[in-house]
């Protein structure tokens, strides 16, 4: 039987682990916290995840094992750093499953990785899919983009089932800018609606989006072709319209006139996109990406919603 370690025990990272079970692998689940480790081990319920109840084979520990057939990594991307300087060398392949950019550094998760983990064969997990859904396995479809062929058909083979397919890709950036990217544009969308401008607005800012998402591929080296597919058009989808997409949530609440610092005091769980629009726009310095840019001026209070969106509104016209 393969085995499969799982670090991060919130909602996303519990829900891999399910899901690494349901398709018939060994599985630890790691939590830094010993006494929710305890308590989800004790439970079998992980509050971030309630109704859903964790097999009694997912072992839940607070050391990680020191081998496996791989290691997945469900931290938030600002956590993934202290959690690579704080690991034991495990001799297996690493996923990470995070979405976003690194702030300070404006590296993306594989980069990080490859730092502090040079030579180990590297992949990442990305796509439109909710934690609660994957847990309760509902249909879905995921991207495990990597180099090298022969690891997306290891991991692939080690976590899909036929309700939770695991499509290959070879665009690792591509995939990884997808994913950090439709956060932002899913912040915009939330304010959009909040903001009461309706569902033509959103559709148009969610296909403007897509755009803006394939000059940033093709600019950091990535495929803008990439972006047609389920880390970008379809993650996007999902987070600029699903009802529990924290960043869409968060979003609409500033779009219904909180400020961002209140809209994100009451928000529960780690709100990517409030970190990744200035890192892109950092990045991608002199790339054109007006709805990033806005949406992080918005964030650090230099504009208004209105001021933000009279400036989209105020772009010149051109062809599509």
């Known amino acids: 039987m393969s085995s499969v370690v799982v670090l991060g025990a919130g909602a996303w990272g519990t829900a891999l682990a399910i899901q690494a079970e349901r398709a018939g692998c060994e599985v630890a689940l790691w939590a830094r916290d010993p006494v929710r480790a305890a308590a989800i081990g004790a439970t079998r319920e992980n509050p971030r995840l309630p109704g859903v109840r964790l097999a009694d084979a997912i072992s839940v520990v607070t050391e990680p094992p020191g081998a496996a057939d791989l290691v997945v990594l469900a931290m938030p991307t600002q956590h993934l750093r ?3 300087a704080d690991l034991p060398p495990i001799a297996a392949p690493l996923l990470a499953c995070m979405k976003g950019v690194e702030t300070g550094t404006l590296r993306l998760p594989l980069e990080v990785v490859a730092e502090l983990r040079p030579g180990v064969p590297a992949a990442v ?6 934690a609660h859904e994957v847990a309760a396995g509902l249909p879905a479809a995921a991207v495990v983009a990597a180099a090298h062929a022969g690891l997306r058909e290891h991991i692939a083979a080690l976590l899909g089932t036929p309700a939770f397919r695991v499509y290959g890709n070879d665009d690792p950036v591509g995939a990884e800018l997808g994913g950090a990217a439709k956060n932002v544009m899913a912040i915009a969308a939330g304010a959009v609606m909040g903001a009461g401008l309706g569902e033509n607005a959103r559709a148009a800012l969610i296909t403007r989006g897509l755009a803006e998402l394939s000059r940033l591929a093709a600019a950091l080296g990535g495929r803008a072709e990439t972006m047609m597919g389920l880390s970008g058009l379809g993650d996007l989808l999902l987070t600029c319209t699903g009802q529990a997409s924290r960043n869409y949530s968060f979003g609409l609440a500033v779009g219904r006139g909180q400020s961002p610092a209140a809209a994100l005091a009451g928000c529960t769980g780690v709100i990517e996109g409030v970190t990744t629009a ?3 726009v950092a990045r991608a310095a002199g790339v054109e990406l007006p709805i990033c840019a806005e949406v992080a ?3 650090d209070e ?5 001021q933000a969106i ?6 010149p016209r051109k062809d599509e």
């Open 302 to 306: 230099r504009k208004t919603l209105q």
């Open 278 to 280: 200035p890192a892109l």
């Open 297 to 299: 001026a918005l964030l």
């Open 125 to 130: 997990l990305t796509g439109p899919n909710f």
């Open 310 to 315: 009279a400036a989209l509104l105020s772009r």
């Open 82 to 84: 202290h959690v690579l």
